[in-house]
C-alpha cells in the first residue's frame, strides 16, 4: 500500500463523520445581532458590535496575550425562537484550528442546544472541514414547524468575524424566552474557565451552569493570563448589574508571592464600585503532576491555605458577601480521568465542575 492511499479519511467510510454542508437551496441568511435575536456572552456588544469580550479599547492597559485572547467568544450565545425545518450557520473565523489536544468542534465549532430554559438538550454541532476558516453547515433538519427554543454557543478558542443564521425562506424568528432578570454571572479566570479542552462550546462548565440557571453568563477566562492584574478588576467593574463574581485564577499565578499580592487588591478594586455583590473565590484541583512533582503539590496547599485565611480575614472585617469555595474535589471521584492532560478537563470533568459550582452559585448569587 502506497503512502497516499494509507491517509484513511473516516469520513468516506462513515456518512456521520462527513461535514454536514450547506447544499444548494434557498436559505435566508440572517445577522442574529439584529432583533428578535438576542446575543448575550459579550459585555460591550450593544457599544462595539462586535463579538469579543473585552473592549476593544479599554480604559485601563491590558496585556498583549488577554487582548488577543479577548477575541475568543468563550461563553457567547445566540438565543432565539423559530419554526425553520432546516437550521444552518454561515461562520467565518478569526484563525483555522490548530490545537493539539481540542477538537476543532471546541476551539472553532457553533453548537446547538433546543428547549426551554431549564429544559435544554443537545442537538446537535457544526461539522466542517477544520482546515478551513469559513464554513457553512446544517445543524439540524426537521419535518415539523413547531416553534423550538434555540441556544447557540459561540466557539471557546476561536474569534468569529461574522456568523448568519440560515432558515427557511417561509419560516420566522420570535425572540428567545427572558431570563429571570437582567443580572448577570461573571467569571474570571483561565483556560480551564475559557473552555480548554470541551470537545465542543456547550460543554465549557460556564455554559452548562447557564443551562441549570437562566440568567446571563460572563466568561472571562484567559487561557495562560488570566493573572489577577489590578486593570482587569477595573474593567470588570464595568460590567453593570452582576449578580455574583467567580474568581478562579489561581492556576495562572507563577507563584504563591504573586498570588498573595493580586487576589486581595482585586477584591478591594471590586468592592470600591460594588460593595454587597457576592464575590466567590475558587481554588485549584489537583494536577496529575502531583503524583510525581512534590513541589506542585506544596504550592497548590500553600494558596489554599492563603485564601481560606484571606476569606475568613475579610468576612471577619465585615464583608458579608465574600466566600470560597474548596477546588479539590471539584472534579469528584476519579478525578484523575477526567482531564485531557493532568490539566485541562474533559467534558466529563467539564460536567463534574459545573455539578459542585452550580449550587454553590445559586445559594450566594443575588
Same mark, same amino acid.
Given at each position: 500500500?502506497?503512502?497516499?492511499?494509507?491517509?484513511? +479519511?473516516?469520513?468516506?467510510?462513515?456518512? $456521520?463523520?462527513?461535514?454536514?454542508?450547506? %447544499?444548494?437551496?434557498?436559505?435566508?441568511?440572517?445577522?442574529?445581532?439584529?432583533?428578535?435575536?438576542?446575543? $448575550?456572552?459579550?459585555?460591550?456588544?450593544? %457599544?462595539?458590535?462586535?463579538?469579543?469580550?473585552?473592549?476593544?479599547?479599554?480604559?485601563?492597559?491590558?496585556? %498583549?496575550?488577554?487582548?488577543? &485572547?479577548?477575541?475568543?467568544?468563550?461563553?457567547?450565545?445566540?438565543?432565539?425562537?423559530? $419554526?425553520?425545518?432546516? &437550521?444552518?450557520?454561515?461562520?467565518? &473565523?478569526?484563525?483555522?484550528?490548530?490545537?493539539?489536544?481540542?477538537?476543532?468542534?471546541?476551539?472553532?465549532?457553533?453548537?446547538?442546544?433546543?428547549?426551554?430554559?431549564?429544559?435544554?438538550?443537545?442537538?446537535?454541532?457544526?461539522?466542517?472541514?477544520?482546515?478551513?476558516?469559513?464554513?457553512?453547515?446544517?445543524?439540524?433538519?426537521?419535518?415539523?414547524?413547531?416553534? &423550538?427554543?434555540?441556544?447557540?454557543?459561540?466557539?471557546?478558542?476561536?474569534?468569529?468575524?461574522?456568523?448568519?443564521?440560515?432558515?427557511?425562506?417561509?419560516?420566522?424568528?420570535?425572540?428567545?424566552?427572558?431570563?429571570?432578570?437582567?443580572?448577570?454571572?461573571?467569571?474570571?479566570?483561565?483556560?480551564?474557565?475559557?473552555?480548554?479542552c470541551a470537545s465542543r462550546p456547550g460543554m465549557a462548565y460556564t455554559n452548562i451552569m447557564s443551562r441549570r440557571i437562566n440568567r446571563e453568563f460572563i466568561?472571562?477566562?484567559?487561557?495562560?493570563?488570566?493573572?489577577?492584574?489590578?486593570?482587569?478588576?477595573?474593567?470588570?467593574?464595568?460590567?453593570?448589574?452582576?449578580?455574583?463574581?467567580?474568581?478562579?485564577?489561581?492556576?495562572?499565578?507563577?507563584?504563591?508571592?504573586?498570588?498573595?499580592?493580586?487576589?486581595?487588591?482585586?477584591?478591594?478594586?471590586?468592592?470600591?464600585?460594588?460593595?454587597?455583590?457576592?464575590?466567590?473565590?475558587?481554588?485549584?484541583?489537583?494536577?496529575?503532576? %502531583? +503524583?510525581?512533582?512534590?513541589?506542585?503539590?506544596?504550592?497548590?496547599?500553600?494558596?489554599?491555605?492563603?485564601?481560606?485565611?484571606?476569606?475568613?480575614?475579610?468576612?471577619?472585617?465585615?464583608?458579608?458577601h465574600i466566600y470560597f469555595c474548596e477546588g479539590t474535589n471539584i472534579l469528584g471521584d476519579l478525578w484523575q480521568e477526567k482531564t485531557v492532560d493532568g490539566?485541562?478537563?474533559?467534558?466529563?470533568?467539564?460536567?463534574?465542575?459545573?455539578?459542585?459550582?452550580?449550587?454553590?452559585?445559586?445559594?450566594?448569587?443575588?
Amino acid at each position: 500500500m502506497n503512502k497516499a492511499s494509507s491517509q484513511v +479519511k473516516v469520513g468516506n467510510l462513515d456518512r $456521520n463523520m462527513q461535514p454536514h454542508i450547506v %447544499e444548494a437551496c434557498e436559505i435566508n441568511w440572517i445577522d442574529p445581532r439584529k432583533p428578535p435575536f438576542r446575543i $448575550n456572552g459579550f459585555a460591550w456588544l450593544n %457599544e462595539e458590535k462586535v463579538y469579543r469580550r473585552l473592549p476593544k479599547h479599554p480604559l485601563y492597559e491590558i496585556t %498583549e496575550p488577554v487582548d488577543f &485572547l479577548a477575541d475568543s467568544t468563550a461563553g457567547g450565545q445566540i438565543r432565539f425562537r423559530t $419554526n425553520t425545518r432546516k &437550521l444552518a450557520i454561515k461562520v467565518k &473565523l478569526k484563525g483555522k484550528a490548530n490545537m493539539f489536544h481540542m477538537p476543532a468542534t471546541g476551539q472553532c465549532g457553533f453548537d446547538c442546544y433546543i428547549g426551554e430554559p431549564g429544559e435544554q438538550v443537545f442537538c446537535s454541532v457544526s461539522k466542517y472541514e477544520h482546515t478551513e476558516d469559513h464554513y457553512e453547515v446544517v445543524l439540524f433538519e426537521r419535518e415539523e414547524q413547531s416553534l &423550538l427554543s434555540i441556544t447557540l454557543h459561540f466557539p471557546l478558542y476561536q474569534g468569529v468575524n461574522e456568523v448568519l443564521v440560515g432558515i427557511d425562506t417561509d419560516a420566522n424568528i420570535a425572540a428567545p424566552p427572558d431570563y429571570m432578570d437582567e443580572k448577570k454571572l461573571i467569571f474570571y479566570g483561565t483556560s480551564i474557565l475559557q473552555g480548554g479542552c470541551a470537545s465542543r462550546p456547550g460543554m465549557a462548565y460556564t455554559n452548562i451552569m447557564s443551562r441549570r440557571i437562566n440568567r446571563e453568563f460572563i466568561n472571562l477566562g484567559f487561557s495562560g493570563n488570566g493573572k489577577g492584574e489590578v486593570n482587569m478588576a477595573h474593567i470588570i467593574s464595568e460590567i453593570e448589574n452582576p449578580a455574583c463574581l467567580v474568581l478562579d485564577y489561581e492556576p495562572n499565578c507563577v507563584s504563591t508571592e504573586l498570588y498573595r499580592e493580586t487576589l486581595p487588591r482585586f477584591i478591594q478594586v471590586y468592592r470600591e464600585k460594588y460593595p454587597d455583590t457576592p464575590i466567590l473565590v475558587v481554588s485549584k484541583f489537583p494536577y496529575a503532576q %502531583e +503524583k510525581i512533582n512534590r513541589q506542585l503539590l506544596q504550592e497548590r496547599l500553600e494558596r489554599l491555605d492563603f485564601q481560606k485565611q484571606l476569606i475568613q480575614k475579610l468576612q471577619q472585617e465585615g464583608d458579608k458577601h465574600i466566600y470560597f469555595c474548596e477546588g479539590t474535589n471539584i472534579l469528584g471521584d476519579l478525578w484523575q480521568e477526567k482531564t485531557v492532560d493532568g490539566i485541562h478537563p474533559t467534558d466529563l470533568g467539564f460536567l463534574s465542575i459545573a455539578d459542585n459550582l452550580t449550587p454553590v452559585v445559586e445559594k450566594i448569587m443575588i
